[in-house]
């Protein structure tokens, strides 16, 4: 059964860093598209980035470039998202995501992804 679980969330002081971890089981994620979702009270789901599953390649919403990097681990069938100089509006609960079809570039909307995780609640406050 395919399944994705998140970690990592937790409680950082502005301008601090988490590392969330997506692990996936019940398929290999190098090949499949994996995203990061986030979605603060209140607030329609954002996409913060993705991997593609064709090539790797990543995407970063405007919103958190130069300040999250995601990447993947083959070896534990994980993807990761470093979040540095975190900031308050990054308050959420973060969800991974998978693309349902092999090899494909990825995008930031959520209607692409077909298998998704609990979610890991981020909160960035003093």
């Known amino acids: 059964q395919l399944q994705l679980v998140e970690s990592g969330g937790g409680l950082v002081q502005p301008g601090g860093s988490l590392r969330l971890s997506c692990a996936a089981s019940?398929?290999?994620?190098?090949?499949?598209?994996i995203g990061w979702f986030r979605q603060a009270p209140g607030k329609e789901r954002e996409g913060v980035s993705c991997i593609s599953g064709s090539d790797g390649s990543p995407y970063y919403a405007d919103s958190v470039k130069g300040r999250f990097t995601i990447f993947r681990d083959s070896a534990k069938n994980t993807v990761y998202l470093q979040m540095n100089s975190l900031k308050p509006e990054d308050t959420a609960v973060y969800h991974c995501?998978?693309?349902?079809?092999?090899?494909?570039?990825?995008?930031?909307?959520?209607?692409?992804?077909?298998?998704w995780g609990q979610g890991t609640q981020v909160t960035v406050s003093s």
């Open positions: 995501a998978a693309d349902g079809v092999l090899l494909r570039l990825c995008v930031l909307s959520e209607y692409e992804y077909d298998y």
């Open positions: 019940g398929f290999t994620l190098d090949y499949y598209a």
